[in-house]
């Protein structure tokens, strides 16, 4: 079939191969001899080329070394093998070459071929949210049956105890009972707040997420009046997202704490900033999963930066980076946003730590 008969089949083809535009994965249809017959939208944007531009082209021209293509082509079509993989540099319009894991499968009629293109970077980003996901449930579980587990008999020693300060008569001996009370209600505390994100169901509505960052400020500017300049920089032409209003409150507050606690020098010292940023990011992917919109929500300091015994700890249950830290303000929030299908990363060098919230918009 030569090119000039594309255009009707690429009215025919989109149709067919609709499903491969919802990936994140870079997905080419091409025939034995190299040519696209169908190209998604990951790729199109990838290569910086029009969708109708790559159909009907030369596949193996986008690449650094095209006859590793073609030679692959050539095996599958030939029913040599139902799959080959191998790695190799994607040459794209106006940007460096970007390292890619190529895929060949054969389908079902062997006249078409299907190419995946794995960016190594995505697929390491990948990995590693694959090991936040797993890890997260993996937290959920372990916090749910240990604060069962720590619930019940602490009632117990609290009813125990005021039993206790009923009988005595000294007052050098309420001292102690007093002691095992506020212990066993500070335990109770955190049992509650370990329990918190999966007690309730989540309250969804239209959020503007500014309205949260306002609340945040205000708060934060109470609890640290000196030293601390909050920056505002928002790009108000976001739209509202479907959310938990007071989930998201609680998740930028939490974040936001972290990184006062963590300024305490440089607020001493009357230069400590904090700096909440919102922005649009377009055609992203994480989650396994590609959305067109994002909402992208930096918390920003001028710290010391996260220590490097913890960074890759930072989200677990009890891991805190100061004395006397309960280690659970970034586990709730990781958690808050899972449950709104985003995710948390954290970017961290001494003098400037940047916590990327990602939500999905559309």
């Given amino acids: 079939m030569s090119p000039a008969h594309f255009p009707a089949l690429t009215d025919f083809l989109p149709s067919r191969f609709r499903s491969f535009d919802l990936l ?15 190209a ?6 990838a290569l910086g080329v029009s969708r109708r531009a790559i159909v009907a082209s030369q596949f193996a021209d986008n ?24 790695d190799t540099l994607l040459k794209r319009l106006n940007h460096d070459p970007m390292p890619v894991h190529v895929i060949v499968t054969q389908t079902e009629s ?8 794995l960016p190594q970077e995505q697929q390491a980003r990948q990995e590693r949210e694959d ?5 997260a449930q993996a937290n959920k579980e372990l916090i749910r049956n240990l604060a069962h587990e720590i619930k019940n008999p602490l009632g117990g020693i609290r009813g125990a105890a005021q039993l206790l300060e009923m009988e005595i008569e000294g007052r050098g001996l309420n001292e102690y009972t007093q002691v095992i009370i506020r212990e066993a209600d500070r335990l109770q505390s955190l049992v509650d707040r370990l329990l918190a994100p999966h007690r309730f169901p989540q309250r969804m509505g ?66 400590g900033m904090l700096t909440l940023r919102t922005r649009v990011a377009r055609q992203v992917t994480f989650g396994k999963q590609r959305y067109r ?28 980076g100061r004395d006397g830290g309960s280690g659970l303000g970034l586990t709730l929030a990781q958690t808050f946003v899972q449950q709104h299908h985003g995710l948390i990363e954290v970017d961290s060098v001494p003098g400037r730590t940047d916590f990327k919230i990602l939500i999905p918009l559309s």
């Fill in 24 to 38: 994140a994965t870079l997905v080419a249809v091409v025939r034995e001899d190299g040519i696209v017959v169908f």
């Fill in 40 to 45: 998604n939208a990951a790729l199109e944007d």
């Fill in 63 to 86: 690449f650094a070394e095209p006859e590793a293509l073609l030679h692959a082509l050539a095996g599958a079509g030939g029913n040599a093998f139902a799959t080959m993989r191998y």
């Fill in 110 to 117: 062997r006249r078409e071929i299907i190419v995946e293109l």
């Fill in 131 to 135: 090991r936040l996901t797993d890890q």
């Fill in 206 to 271: 239209d959020v503007n997420i500014h309205e949260v960052c306002e609340r945040v400020r205000s708060l934060i500017v109470a609890e640290f009046p000196r030293g601390l300049r909050v920056v505002r920089d928002y790009d108000t032409s976001i739209p509202e997202l479907r959310a938990d209003r007071e989930q998201l409150i609680q998740t930028v507050l939490n974040i936001a704490q972290n990184a006062c606690l963590a300024l305490a020098e440089r607020i001493a010292a009357g230069d």
């Fill in 293 to 320: 919109l994002a909402l992208e929500l930096h918390v920003i300091d001028n710290g010391p930066g996260v220590p490097d015994s913890i960074k890759d700890r930072i989200f677990y249950p009890l891991v805190s």
